[in-house]
């Protein structure tokens, strides 16, 4: 059962998660193997953003769907996980060409999605009940450090992202196989009424809480991805953190904890077939006898014949302003 553990430092600004997706991340796979699986490399890479997603969003308060995105210049050219505030999560990746061939099923960043170092990590919270002219608040980091160096891994690149636009210390460790996506988080809690960017950061060093986090996230640092792949949560968590105050909270799982789910829909094609406009959607059904959809999540088809694609222009439940201009 995949499930979300949260924890405190007792009396230390540090707080911790643990994700591990199973069943979950395994129908995700499973769910693509009839419209083409992805290679080792590319899942592994999904693996780790559904389990940071899942993170990411379980970390913040936030109605709407936390979005993970990984624009490459290299034979992966999108990676993307959407996690909403419910914990489902979709993941799917788009490559083009071919992979170097690997032994171990992994392959560093810079080879799948930064081999010009122009790849890119977009990090998205889109609200859930969208106000007109609202935005979806965005920031992006590129997936090199400070000095130009190519970061190897999604952990490296999230910790990296949560300083530069957080200003948030983090540790992440990120691992997946076919069988389990899973994370540890563990964060220097911002003290209040200090601004980090306000020289905070320095004052917090001063009266030596700094020291806690660093402790602790080097703890964390020791987990090695085997490990968080094949422990169990209490497992992990007593290694690490033996000598430490752990304050756990109820796990989330089951139907509470992180779950597959999609959130395509029949309507939500006919709305995209729709701006693609009835001349388009005329000369696609002349040529090959209807219009079918593939949700790259999930693996649904939806298929619309000639009558559907005509209803979807002239039927009662055509949107407004889908009409194409004369
Ligand atoms: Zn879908």
């Known amino acids: 059962m995949s499930e979300l553990h949260k924890f405190l430092f007792e009396g230390l600004p540090v707080r911790g998660m643990l994700v591990r997706l199973t069943d979950s ?4 796979l499973r769910r693509r193997e009839g419209s083409g699986s992805f290679d080792a490399p590319v899942r592994q890479l999904i693996g780790e953003m559904s389990a940071a997603g899942v993170l990411m969003q379980a970390n913040i308060k936030f109605n709407g769907a936390v979005v993970l995105q990984i624009f490459g210049d290299g034979p992966v050219k999108l990676a993307v996980t959407e996690v909403q505030p419910n914990l489902s999560f979709r993941s799917t990746a788009k490559l083009v060409g071919e992979l170097p061939a690997t032994d171990t099923g992994h392959l560093p960043l810079e080879v799948m999605v930064n081999v010009h170092g122009q790849g890119r990590c977009a990090i998205t919270l889109d609200p859930k009940d969208r106000l007109p002219g609202q935005t979806p608040y965005q920031g992006v980091v590129p997936l090199h450090g400070d000095h130009r160096e190519p970061l190897h891994d999604l952990s490296a690149v999230l910790e990296h992202y949560m300083l530069q636009s957080e200003q948030l210390d983090t540790k992440l460790v990120l691992a997946a196989n076919d069988e389990v996506a899973a994370g540890l988080l563990i964060q220097r809690i911002p003290v209040e009424g200090h601004g980090n960017l306000a020289g905070g950061a320095r004052n917090e060093d001063a009266i030596g ?6 402790r602790i996230a080097m703890l964390a640092a020791t987990l090695k991805r085997d490990e968080l792949l094949t422990l169990d949560a209490n497992t992990i968590l007593h290694r690490l953190f033996w000598e430490e105050d752990v304050r756990r909270f109820d796990p989330l799982q089951g139907a509470n904890g992180p ?44 298929h619309f014949d000639a009558i559907d694609a005509e209803e979807l222009f002239t039927g009662a439940d055509a949107a407004p302003g889908s009409d194409q201009l004369q």
């Open 25 to 28: 991340w395994q129908e995700l």
């Open 209 to 214: 809480l700094n020291e806690h986090y660093n």
């Open 259 to 302: 779950n597959f789910a999609c959130t395509c829909s029949r309507e939500r094609v006919a709305d995209m077939l729709r701006s693609l406009g009835k001349e388009e959607i005329d000369d696609i059904v002349a040529e090959q006898g209807r219009v079918e959809i593939g949700c790259d999540f999930c693996g649904q088809h939806y």
